[in-house]
């Protein structure tokens, strides 16, 4: 779709929503001369022909028909729509006009000078001998107050002054929005929906409606429109894996059991070693569902949540009123639901990403209350919706809709928080502690061939070091395991040590840091000596950590 088709499509819209008429007036100001502009306490709207408005005084209405540009290829196409207050429009048009045949009695020189003085004082009430009968451009801004501004004799670039001079300002009726692309969420450029919002604090919040101009089609694929409980789980297997998912266990089942086994109710949680594939797993199975398989391509319907250690109540997820920016803050999860509420026939997914870094039971409560009770989350208590940092109207109430899918990733260890009884009986818990490491690396080396010499140099080594230690919850994941296999490789190519003293220096700064006890883990310090015998920088390490247990009766490797 060209540029000229969304302008008319856009036109045709707007006209069918105000209920314009044969005689109603629409001014196009989409071009490069005279489109729309933000100034300082306002906007500009466009630019007019004075002429030609002015003769329109039969007109039952006025449209502006406008459009913003933001980066990177967002288009806010708006309309103003002046009907009740169509005479003071007029009255101001006429005004121009008696100021313009009045400039014929002042000399060319004095108009050089004056203009020159305006260009230093733009906020200066203009004089009559600044019209011209010639000078037919007249620019028209909506300001703060919710009125339009004209003039004729120049530009502003600042609203910030008395504008009383060039009254009498102008009430619009309406104004209509439409967003190109269209997307199935507040996901595009934030200055795009920022700007929806400041237009309502000009106009007024009540006089903003948004329109469904064109199909979501430009971002929302077919396969978009169906549910992971309709499609093959071998088909859904087969995604994870050519995105380059390696789960050996039977993960993906489980996970697709868990996560649908239950229609009105979709919340699970992936539990286990740092590294071993939870977030990728939530985040490789929602696109596998979607019908993608290239990791770079865009995904409106996946929403990442990190959870942060200091939430000790809901806002983190479900928002709060700023009174200082006087608009309904909206997080990731609260976006989620938005648009899986507006998109009741494709499944959303949010990932809270290590949940427990805060006590789940707090910042969850509401949600979880929702899931039992089949509720609404409260927001606010405003009688009507508030303005949502992301563009959208936020009601005081919102159900949580039955096609969003919540998956959370834990880890256990000393930087998290236990998560509560209350938690667990309302989710599936899958453990993903047990990693295949052979399997992952002939796995990567099926996706990445150039890794070939660095995995055959330090899969023995990995292999039986993780063996050993895995027994005592000390194991590493995938993450850990190709990461090595990647310093491998560029020490090969670029920096030329020998392969041993790669290793020996690898599992110093990548494994062994991950050990700590007491004296029933003496075994694991002795038996990774002797693996680690001929690497004299890990075998001092570990020597180290076995002295400490000697002094101190138990050992830390980062203490």
Request: hydrophobic residues 40%; charged residues 25%; glycine residues 6%.
């Amino acid at each position: 779709m060209n540029l000229e088709e969304r302008q008319q499509q856009f036109l045709e819209a707007a006209h069918k929503y105000f209920g314009g008429t044969k005689t109603t007036r629409t001014s196009k100001l989409f071009g490069v001369s005279n489109s729309a502009k933000i100034v300082e306490g306002g906007v500009q709207i466009g630019v007019l022909n004075l002429k030609a408005v002015r003769e329109d005084t039969d007109a039952d209405a006025f449209i502006f028909a406008c459009v913003m540009k933001f980066p990177p290829e967002d288009e806010v196409y708006f309309s103003v729509l002046v009907r009740n207050d169509k005479a003071s429009f007029l009255k101001r048009l006429a005004e121009m006009v008696r100021l313009g045949a009045a400039a014929k009695k002042t000399s060319s020189e004095k108009i050089d000078e004056e203009v020159e003085d305006d260009i230093d004082d733009p906020g200066k009430p203009e004089k009559p001998f600044k019209y011209s009968e010639y000078n037919n451009v007249v620019s028209i801004y909506l300001a703060e107050g919710g009125r339009l501004w004209m003039r004729n004799s120049g530009f502003w670039n600042s609203m910030k002054f008395d504008l009383a001079p060039f009254g009498p300002g102008v009430e619009p009726d309406e104004i209509v929005v439409a967003l190109y692309p269209p997307t199935a969420s507040a996901r595009r450029s934030l200055l795009a929906r920022e700007f929806i919002g400041w237009l309502g604090t000009l106009a007024g919040q009540e006089k903003i409606h948004e329109l469904s101009v064109w199909a979501d089609t430009a971002t929302l694929k077919p396969s978009m429109y169906r549910m992971p409980s309709s499609i093959p789980v071998a088909d859904i297997e087969a995604a994870v894996k050519s995105q380059g998912g390696h789960y050996p266990n039977g993960e993906v089942r489980r996970f697709h059991a868990a996560l649908n086994f239950l229609t009105h109710k979709h919340f699970v949680i992936l539990s286990g070693l740092s590294g071993t594939g939870k977030t990728q797993l939530a985040l490789k199975y929602a696109r596998a569902v979607h019908g993608l398989t290239v990791e770079t391509e865009s995904d409106p319907l996946i929403f990442e949540c990190p959870v942060r250690p200091e939430w000790t109540d809901p806002t983190g997820l479900t928002g709060y009123y700023d009174v200082l920016t006087n608009r309904y803050v909206v997080p990731p999860f609260l976006e989620a639901v938005l648009v899986a509420t507006a998109h009741r026939q494709s499944p959303v997914f949010v990932v809270l990403d290590e949940m427990n870094l805060a006590r789940v039971e707090y910042y969850l409560s509401d949600v979880l209350s929702c899931m039992e009770t089949r509720g609404a989350l409260q927001l606010h208590s405003n009688g009507i919706p508030l303005e949502g940092t992301t563009g959208a109207s936020i009601r005081a109430e919102l159900p949580l809709p039955s096609n969003l899918f919540i998956i959370g990733t834990i880890n256990v260890d000393e930087t998290t928080n236990p998560v509560s009884d209350k938690v667990l009986d309302r989710a599936s818990v899958i453990d993903m502690s047990m990693v295949d490491v052979p399997g992952f690396l002939t796995s990567l080396e099926v996706q990445h061939p150039y890794l070939k010499d660095a995995r055959v140099v330090i899969e023995a080594k990995l292999t039986e070091i993780h063996q050993l230690m895995q027994p005592h919850g000390l194991g590493f994941g995938y993450r850990l395991i190709e990461e090595c296999v990647r310093y491998h490789a560029f020490d090969a190519e670029h920096l030329k040590t020998p392969s041993k003293d790669v290793t020996d220096q690898l599992l110093v700064q990548k494994v062994l840091v991950k050990l700590r006890g007491a004296e029933r883990q003496r075994s694991l310090l002795t038996s990774l000596e002797k693996a680690c015998q001929g690497l004299p920088k890990a075998e001092s390490y570990i020597r180290k950590l076995l002295t400490d247990l000697d002094d101190f009766g138990s050992f830390q490797a980062m203490r």
